[in-house]
């Protein structure tokens, strides 16, 4: 796992506000690896499991890891939520939609977070389509998840044929759908590059609401027994 100890700045009013954001947003992909490979690690078959079970246990894994005296110091300061509520004006109390997965900075004040929404990638029955759909990267596009940020994610959860497979599939679809989920001109799929994180791309996009640019991290978890 990458490890990161260099968060030496408060993320209001740093002058490295930029490279501590960007540090964040590594280590947030990096603590999802981390509790996912926890997860593969303790065997059991999740290739036909639900997206919610999966969800579940990553969160689980993930807040392990963070709790292990054997793991990196910069874990202390991160926490993960499994199905956040989103607050909005229209939908209170159990009618508002949930994220999957936000992981946030434990500090006082404005703290950095990132939301995730996952989804499976499984022949038959859960294509790119899905993934890039109305409820899977269409919920960030539209602003119904993280209206105010400029950064998420997207976990694709990978249970049939391989991770470079789907990586072409969804990057295909998404050009397809480029007006539909309101892809960037220079917004196009691509790998990001990310120390011990594998398989993980970025797409960028103007959101629907205020035409605000929002970058889309994808990264794909191979569960295929």
Request: hydrophobic share 30%.
């Amino acid at each position: 796992m990458a490890t990161s100890d260099h968060h030496k700045h408060n993320a209001k009013g740093s002058s490295d506000d930029s490279d501590y954001k960007a540090g964040f947003y590594r280590d947030a992909l990096c603590l999802i690896v981390a509790g996912y490979e926890r997860l593969v690690g303790s065997g059991g078959d999740y290739s036909c499991e639900e997206e919610p079970a999966i969800t579940g246990e990553i969160a689980r894994c993930c807040d392990d890891y963070i709790q292990d005296d054997e793991s990196p110091d910069w874990v202390e300061r991160y926490y993960t939520e499994e199905e956040h509520p989103e607050h909005d004006k229209d939908r209170k109390g159990k009618s508002r939609k949930r994220v999957d997965v936000l992981i946030r900075f434990a500090q006082k004040g404005i703290r950095p977070r990132i939301r995730f929404e996952a989804k499976r990638l499984k022949i038959p029955g859960f294509a790119s389509s899905k993934y890039a759909g109305a409820e899977g990267l269409g919920e960030f596009i539209a602003g119904h998840y993280g209206v105010d940020d400029n950064v998420a994610g997207m976990l694709g959860y990978v249970q049939s044929n391989d991770c470079s497979f789907w990586a072409t599939d969804i990057s295909e679809e998404i050009d397809k759908k480029k007006q539909e989920v309101c892809l960037a001109k220079y917004g196009q799929w691509e790998k990001a590059s990310f120390e011990n994180v594998n398989d993980c791309y970025q797409t960028r996009h103007r959101r629907a609401v205020g035409n605000r640019e929002l970058l889309i991290y994808h990264l794909l978890l191979d569960f295929v027994e």
